[in-house]
C-alpha cells in the first residue's frame, strides 16, 4: 500500500544560519538584562528581545547562550512584521521553584498568532514536581502551566528542543497551520499525572519527526479537529501511547483526518496505538488513519479503540458514542503484549467501526500468540494476522 507523505515546511533557516547572510538582525537575550544565573528574574530581558524582533522589518535571531535563566509565565504575541524570526537556545530556560508562581497560567511559553518562528535546540525545565505531589496528595492545588504553546499560529519549527519535568502537558500545538517538530525530547516520570508529551488539536499540517518521548499521559495526544497529521521516528516509553482523542465530548465537534504514524515504537507503555471516543451523541469522527512499521515491547493494550470512554461513569452512562470511526490501517505492527488481549476494538454499537484494516501484524503474550476482541467493528485482514482478525 501507499502511505501519505508529510508536506513539509522547509523555513528559510539558512538566513539564520549562514553567517554570509547580514542582514539578519541578531539579539542576545544578556543585552536585555537576562542573567544566566538560574535565580534572577530573566522575562521582561526575553520579552524585549522579542518586541525588538517582532517589530524588525527583516529576518531576527534571538540568542540564549549557556546557563539557566529564569523565567515566569510568558506570552510571545504577533501579529509581527517580521515572518522569520529564530530562537536560538544553547541554555536552559528554568521555572521557578515555587510551583504556584506559574501554576496557576495556562501557559509557561506560549506563541499566539505568530508566522514564521523557529526554536532551535535548549531545554525547558518546568520543574513540575512539586505540583505532582500536590495533586497526589489530594489538596487543593493549581491546575498547572503547557510548558510551551503555539496557539493561531502557522509556519513554526522546533528542532532539537527538550522538554523536562513539565506541569501539565509539555507542548500543546493549538489552531495552527504548518508546524514541524524534529528531534524532540521529552522527559518526565511515568507517574507525573497530566503530562501529555505533544498534544495537537484543531490543527494542519503537523508533522513530528525523530522524538524521544517518555512522560506520566499519552506521549502523542491528537484531539479534535487535527488533520494532516504526520508522526514517523518515534519512541514512546513510559506513557500511554499515541492516542486519537478523547473525541466526542462535545455534540459538536470537528473531526480528525488524514493521520499517519509510521516507525515508532512503544516501550512498557499502557497504550501502544489507541482511538478513543467519549460514550455520549457526538458529530465527531476519525477517518484515514494509518498505523504503520510499529514495535511493541511489553505494551498492556497494543491496538485498542475505545468508544466507550466513560471515566468516573459521570454524564454518560447508558449512552453511545455517536464518533464515526472509520477507514483505519494497521500495518506491519509486531511485538509483544503485557495483557492477553492485544487487540481491542469496542467500537459504537450506533456507529459501528468500518474499514478497518489489518495487515502484518504479529502480537504475542507470553511466547504465545495473544487473543483479540472485537465489538461492533467490520473490515478486512491481509497476510499473517496474530491473533486472528475478530473483525
Request: glycine share 10%.
Amino acid at each position: 500500500m501507499t502511505t501519505r507523505r508529510p508536506l513539509i515546511f522547509l523555513p528559510l533557516l539558512f538566513l539564520f544560519i549562514n553567517p554570509s547572510i547580514s542582514a539578519v538582525l541578531k539579539l542576545n537575550v544578556l543585552s536585555y538584562g537576562a542573567k544566566p544565573d538560574g535565580a534572577t528574574d530573566s522575562t521582561k530581558a526575553f520579552l524585549a528581545a522579542w518586541t525588538q524582533a517582532c517589530a524588525s522589518t527583516s529576518p531576527a535571531s534571538i540568542y540564549v547562550p549557556k546557563g539557566r535563566f529564569l523565567l515566569r509565565s510568558v506570552t510571545f504575541k504577533g501579529q509581527c512584521k517580521n515572518r522569520a524570526i529564530t530562537i536560538r537556545i544553547d541554555g536552559t530556560l528554568v521555572a521557578p521553584a515555587d510551583y504556584r508562581v506559574i501554576g496557576n497560567a495556562d501557559n509557561w511559553f506560549a506563541f499566539q498568532d505568530v508566522d514564521g518562528v523557529s526554536i532551535l535546540g535548549g531545554k525547558l525545565d518546568a520543574k513540575g514536581t512539586g505540583l505532582w505531589a500536590c495533586k497526589n496528595s489530594g489538596k487543593s492545588c493549581p491546575s498547572g502551566a503547557t510548558t510551551l504553546s503555539f496557539s493561531k499560529s502557522k509556519n513554526i519549527v522546533v528542532v532539537g528542543l527538550t522538554s523536562l519535568n513539565s506541569q501539565m502537558f509539555h507542548i500543546v500545538i493549538n489552531g495552527c497551520q504548518n508546524v514541524k517538530m524534529q528531534r524532540v525530547t521529552v522527559i518526565a516520570p511515568g507517574t507525573s499525572p497530566n503530562t501529555d508529551g505533544i498534544h495537537v488539536q484543531l490543527s494542519t499540517g503537523v508533522t513530528i519527526l525523530d522524538s524521544k518521548i517518555q512522560t506520566g499521559d499519552d506521549c502523542v495526544s491528537i484531539g479534535p479537529g487535527a488533520t494532516n497529521l504526520w508522526m514517523e521516528k518515534i519512541t514512546c516509553g513510559p506513557g500511554h501511547g499515541i492516542s486519537i482523542g478523547s473525541l466526542g465530548k462535545d455534540q459538536n465537534e470537528a473531526g480528525v483526518k488524514n493521520v499517519t504514524v509510521k516507525t515508532a515504537t512503544f516501550i512498557g507503555t499502557q497504550n501502544g496505538v489507541r482511538i478513543k471516543s467519549w460514550a455520549k451523541p457526538s458529530n465527531g469522527f476519525a477517518r484515514n488513519i494509518v498505523f504503520q512499521h510499529v514495535t511493541m515491547k511489553n505494551v498492556q493494550n497494543p491496538i485498542v479503540i475505545d468508544q466507550n470512554y466513560c471515566p468516573g461513569n459521570k454524564n454518560c452512562p447508558d449512552q453511545v458514542s455517536g464518533v464515526k470511526v472509520s477507514d483505519v490501517t494497521y500495518q506491519d505492527i509486531h511485538g509483544t503484549s503485557a495483557t492477553q488481549v492485544a487487540v481491542k476494538f469496542d467500537c459504537s454499537s450506533k456507529h459501528p467501526c468500518s474499514g478497518i484494516r489489518m495487515e502484518g501484524v504479529s502480537l504475542t503474550y507470553k511466547n504465545e500468540v495473544a487473543a483479540a476482541s472485537c465489538k461492533h467493528a467490520g473490515g478486512t485482514s491481509f497476510g499473517v494476522v496474530q491473533p486472528t482478525s475478530c473483525l
